[in-house]
C-alpha cells in the first residue's frame, strides 16, 4: 500500500487534507493522526473490518481492545452509556489526555472492544486530532501507531518508521506535547479503577471522585494467567517512570 504523507502547518488553510483524511476514515482506510499524547492509528469506530485492518496493520492481538476517540465528551452517549461521575470528569478533563471505560451500546462492533461488553472512550485536545473527528462524522478507533512492542510514537517521523506501506494517510502535526499514554480508568458508579497511569495524575483523580483505586497490573506484575481488567496491561508492564511505552 502507498502512504500518503501530509503535513498539517496551518489547520484553517488546510481544511481540504483533512476532508479527505475524514473521508478516507468514513470509507474504512487507516490515517495516522497527531493527538497530545502519542499519534494515533485511526480507522471507523463503527466498522467492524476497519478494527480489523488496524490489528493487522499493527500486529496487535485481537483481544487488546482500541479506544475509541470522540470530538465532543457528550457524544460518549451515542456510542456508550456515561453516568454523572463520567460527566464529572469529562467537566475536569476533557479534552484531555483521560480514557474512560464505559458499558458499550450496540452500534461499536465487539472486534473494537476486544470482545468486552464495555468501550475505552476519549476526547483528545490535539486541534487536528479534534477536527479530523468533527469532519469524520464517526468515533475513530485508534490505538498507538506502533508496532505491537514498540515504543509509541511522539512523532510523524516514529511514525513512518513502523507504518510506511500499512496505512493510507500519515497526517504530521508535529512534536505530541505530553508524549504520554493517556491514563485509563473504568467506571462502576460512583467508584473509579485506575488501569492504565498517563497524562492524568492519581491526585487529580482524587480531586473529582472521592473512591479512586489502583487495579492490581498498576501497582506490580501480575502473576502467570491473572486477568488484569485492562487486556493491554498483560502483554506488557507499564510501568509509571518510563516516558515512551510499548504496544
Ligand atoms: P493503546 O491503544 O495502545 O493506547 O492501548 C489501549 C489500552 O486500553 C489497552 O491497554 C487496552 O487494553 C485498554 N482498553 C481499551 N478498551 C478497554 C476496555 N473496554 N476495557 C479495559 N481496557 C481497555
Ligand atoms: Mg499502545
Known sequence: MQTEHITIKDLSLQENDLSRAAEILRNGGLVVFPTETVYGLGGNGLNADAAKKIYAAKGRPSDNPLIIHIAVPEDAEKYAIPN?????????????PLTVILPKRENIPTSVTGGLDTVAVRCPAHPVAHRLIELAGIPIAAPSANLSGKPSPT???????????RVDMILDGGASEIGLESTIVKLDGDRLTLLRPGGITYDALCMVCDHVTVAD???????????PLSPGMKYRHYAPHRSRRAS
Open 84 to 96: 454523572d461521575t463520567y460527566r464529572r470528569l469529562a467537566k475536569a478533563f476533557m479534552p484531555g
Open 155 to 165: 512523532s510523524a517521523a516514529h511514525v513512518a518508521e513502523d507504518m510506511d506501506g
Open 217 to 227: 497490573a498498576v501497582t506490580h506484575q501480575l502473576a502467570e494467567g491473572e486477568r
